[in-house]
């Protein structure tokens, strides 16, 4: 059962003269659709088609999962099944478990007989292509990693069995150039990072959001807009928590515009949000 609507929040929302709450966190009819994603979504397509390895990048609230979730949705499911594992606690053999279930099989205790069935799942996809993808891939220990990239090659498959997307922090790439991953780094066909929003991208995400629950109107002061890019620090998670609790904080205290005042209470608020200096201007990825 879906959790009931806030009717203060609504009301809130009904005295802006907007159809729902602003500043969803990355929702459809606001997305922001950059350089960088346009990149990426490239990427994302030729690595499953090729069934190849890629890694995706980025910091904590870049939209790395978000774009990853809207690019699997959109797969074409005649010629694509894709595979997504969210929990990269799992171990070695828990992740051949969950693979297996995944795949339609029914999972046992046995190691062998979990990969006699994942090899059987693959076989009965015939020309459909496995898409399994990793996310928050930082997490999982080596002997995890080991196993997918073992998977790859299953009965010496060429081309390998499915395509492998690997989603995490930064810092993941140098990770697999160590030596007991360079089998798996070995594998991987393309690496992208995706990065902070520029101040102008910042700006436009804000107004799209407020055009998609029908607000046509500037409402925010270009001082609030400043501080707001700022303390985001064009991180799209961050942007949203922020932009919500200023917009909480305005509308409660009746005002029609966002000010700066507004933006520093959602600064105070919001524990994990960035405060950083001012923004430098990205050139958008190639």
Not at 17 to 38: R, V, Y
Not at 146 to 152: C, P, Y
Not at 205 to 234: D, M, N, W
Not at 267 to 281: M, N, Q
């Amino acid at each position: 059962m879906k959790n009931a609507p806030n009717l203060e929040l609504s009301l809130l929302a009904r005295q802006w003269g907007a159809t729902a709450l602003p500043f969803g966190e990355l929702t459809p009819d606001a997305w922001l659709d950059t350089p960088q994603t346009q990149r990426a979504r490239a990427l994302l397509d030729q690595t499953a088609t090729l069934r190849s390895v890629m890694l995706l990048a980025g910091p904590n609230g870049v939209g790395k999962s978000a774009l990853v979730g809207r690019w699997v949705q959109s797969l074409d499911r005649r010629l694509f099944h894709p595979v997504v594992l969210t929990h990269a606690t799992l171990s070695g053999s828990n992740l051949l478990s969950t693979l297996t279930r995944k795949l339609g099989q029914p999972a046992v205790c046995r190691r062998d007989t979990n990969l006699a069935l994942i090899e059987s799942a693959l076989a009965q996809l015939d020309r459909v292509v496995p898409v399994l993808v990793l996310d928050e891939a930082q997490n999982y220990s080596h002997a995890t990693l080991e196993e997918v990239r073992l998977l790859l090659g299953l009965n010496l498959a060429e081309p390998p069995a499915f395509a492998l997307l690997l989603v995490g922090d930064e810092y993941l790439l140098s990770t697999l150039r160590l030596r007991h991953h360079r089998a798996l780094y070995s594998r991987i066909g393309c690496h992208h990072s995706l990065l902070p929003w520029t101040s102008a991208q910042v700006a436009q995400y804000l107004q799209q959001s407020l055009v998609a629950v029908g607000l046509q109107r500037e409402i925010f002061e270009p001082p609030a807009l400043a501080l707001l890019t700022s303390a985001s620090a064009g991180l799209p998670r961050s942007l949203c928590l922020l932009a919500r609790t200023a917009w909480i904080q305005a509308a409660t205290l009746g005002a029609q515009r966002i000010q700066p005042a507004h933006v520093q209470h959602a600064i105070d608020t919001v524990p994990g949000a960035a405060t950083h200096a001012p923004l430098t201007e990205l050139e958008p990825a190639s």
